[in-house]
């Protein structure tokens, strides 16, 4: 496994089609499992591409619209029979669990983990998770209801040692995990012995952005400045400019402006219109205006870090 990739599991619009379904991802942090977003049928594709449900414990809605979240009691229930342990915390506007917990005190009573709701602000852009790996922040949408985005940025990593160096200066075995994290090496004899000179800078730390639901908005410029991989909904094409207008979404080629204003690494569609059966209409027109654009589907892979 990857030490950070995106997994697609649902890159459709709210009405499903036989080639598309409503929206879920899993991102893969060093082998942690975040979901974003669980439209129904996210179980199933969880299983098709493999993922190990032990190792996902948040899932982070970005808004309370059912394409985003209808595929919360299927997957949760389906976990408690996959013997998963310990917590299950989900991201979500505070309606959530004023919405959620009673079908699960109904469905899910036996569920042998803990479920928990984070109630978050989809107006305000704030860290909502972190851990030595990762931290998550929301990203403020404008859609229909309060909606956001989620910016996963990868913490930065331990230096690589440099074992020339280290056995020029009879480096001991114990002292390495110290100078990896950035300490100076200190001989017997009291010589210091520099960080730079015994390590390498880590490998630099990635960040993926994800915008849901939402219409044109250079406002979230600021929070997707040169991310290595944007994810951005272009439900629709340059034919229903004015439909994207009134529903409160995107066209591919505004998403894909977004992207190069913002210089991003790539960019990836997604939240396809059931109206078009054949979306290499919506990436000729994102790559118009960004090369590096390309087509989700379900079960790709996006490795950000191998
Ligand atoms: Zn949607
Ligand atoms: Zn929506």
Redesign the pocket.
């Known amino acids: 496994m990857s030490r950070f990739e995106i997994n697609i599991l649902g890159c459709g ?2 009405k499903p089609t036989l080639k598309h379904l ?2 879920s991802q899993v991102v893969n942090v060093r082998d942690k499992l975040f979901m974003v977003d669980c439209g129904e049928n996210a179980q199933v594709s969880f299983c098709r591409a493999r993922l190990n449900m032990n190792r996902l414990g948040h899932i982070f809605i970005s808004h309370l ?1 059912g ?2 979240c209808f595929g919360l009691f299927g997957l949760l229930s389906t976990m408690g029979l996959s013997g998963h342990t310990g917590e299950v915390v989900i991201h979500a506007h505070p309606d959530a669990e004023k919405l959620f917990r009673p079908l699960l005190d109904y469905f899910c009573r036996e569920t042998p983990f803990e479920i928990r709701f984070n109630a978050i602000s989809p107006s305000s852009a704030e860290a909502i998770y972190t851990d030595r790996s990762v931290t998550v922040r929301t990203i403020p949408l404008k859609h229909r209801v309060p909606t956001c985005g989620f910016l996963f940025e990868e913490a930065e990593g331990d230096r690589h040692l440099r074992g020339d160096m280290l056995d020029f200066y009879h480096v001991p075995t114990y002292c390495r995990t110290a100078i990896k994290q950035g300490e100076d090496y200190v001989a017997p004899d009291g010589t210091v012995v520099r960080n730079e000179l015994l390590t390498l800078p880590p490998t630099p730390a990635v960040r993926y952005a994800y915008c ?2 939402t219409m044109y908005s250079e406002r979230i410029l600021p929070y997707i400045e040169g991310v290595d991989v944007l994810y951005h ?1 272009a439900t629709y094409g340059d034919d229903a400019e004015a439909m994207s207008r009134t529903t409160f979404h995107s066209t591919a080629r505004q998403a894909a402006r977004l992207a190069r204003m913002a210089s991003v690494g790539k960019l990836i569609i997604g ?1 396809y219109s059931s109206r078009y059966r054949d979306e290499n209409v919506l990436l000729a027109q994102a790559q118009e205006e960004f090369a590096h654009t390309q087509l989700a589907y379900e079960g790709m892979k996006v490795v950000l870090k191998p």
Request: avoid cysteine; glycine fraction near 0%.
């Open positions: 619009a709210a409503p929206t619209h394409d985003h849901s639901d909904e939240h």
